[in-house]
């Protein structure tokens, strides 16, 4: 079945790096864009970036712009964050969603992964 | 960036209710527009695309209309699985979300 499975969270102190990745299967990975949402504990959703289905184009929420770098590996059906300069604003649970396009501009994330925790303290 | 305002933020209802929740872009954003559910603990799924589309798979008693800057999503009916969170977002300009809607049993 079509499956997203994000791995990589834990703890980590403020200041110091983490690598999200997640994990596709049941479809034909490199044939469609992919995006990570986080959700804070207790708060709503927030986009966070995404990437065309080759690669060629990325895109980052101001709150993340030059810090986290969205990547993917077709060969490997994996979508990576990495995310650095971490503070305690990024704590949270992270999902990696497929995105659909259906036409005329309409878009959506369709799949979603069960979510990773990253937790920034000291 | 393009803000998203849902009302109310949260709301008490009965199965068997009809409920209706609101999304207001803070510019026009065309007809594109999304709502989401969420369950504690669970990922989001998409419920409407392109403010008036069914996902496959949802429950027709989910509907939702608008264009330009408001929004609504209709639950006709509301039954015991549908007590969650809303969610709606914009794909007009990258993407945000609304700061969600608690749906509760009354």
């Known amino acids: 079945q079509v499956q997203l499975v994000e791995s990589g969270g834990g703890v980590v102190q403020p200041g110091r790096s983490l690598t999200l990745s997640c994990a596709a299967s049941?479809?034909?990975?490199?044939?469609?864009?992919l995006h990570w949402v986080r959700q804070a504990p207790g708060k709503g959703l927030e986009w966070v970036a995404n990437?065309?289905?080759?690669?060629?184009?990325?895109y980052y929420g101001d709150s993340v712009k030059g810090r986290f770098t969205i990547s993917r590996d077709n060969s490997r059906n994996t979508l990576y964050l990495q995310m650095n300069s971490l503070t305690a604003e990024d704590t949270a649970v992270y999902y990696c969603?497929?995105?659909?396009?259906?036409?005329?501009?309409?878009?959506?994330?369709?799949?979603w992964g069960q979510g990773t925790m990253v937790i920034v303290s000291s | 960036d393009i803000q998203l305002t849902q009302s109310p933020s949260s709301l008490s209802a009965s199965v068997g209710d009809r409920v209706t929740i609101t999304c207001r872009a803070s510019q026009y954003i065309n007809n594109l527009l999304n709502w989401y559910q969420q369950k504690p603990g669970k990922a989001p799924k998409v419920l409407i695309y392109g403010a008036s589309n069914l996902q496959s798979g949802v429950p027709s008693r989910f509907s939702g209309s608008g264009s330009g800057t408001d929004f609504t999503l209709t639950i006709s009916g509301l039954q015991l699985e549908d007590f969650a969170t809303y969610f709606c977002q914009q794909s007009y300009s990258t993407w945000t979300f609304g700061q969600g809607t608690k749906v509760e049993i009354k």
């Open positions: 969603a497929r995105w659909i396009e259906y036409g005329s501009g309409k878009d959506a994330f369709d799949v």
């Open positions: 049941g479809f034909t990975f490199s044939s469609y864009g």
């Open positions: 990437i065309w289905y080759d690669g060629a184009n990325k």
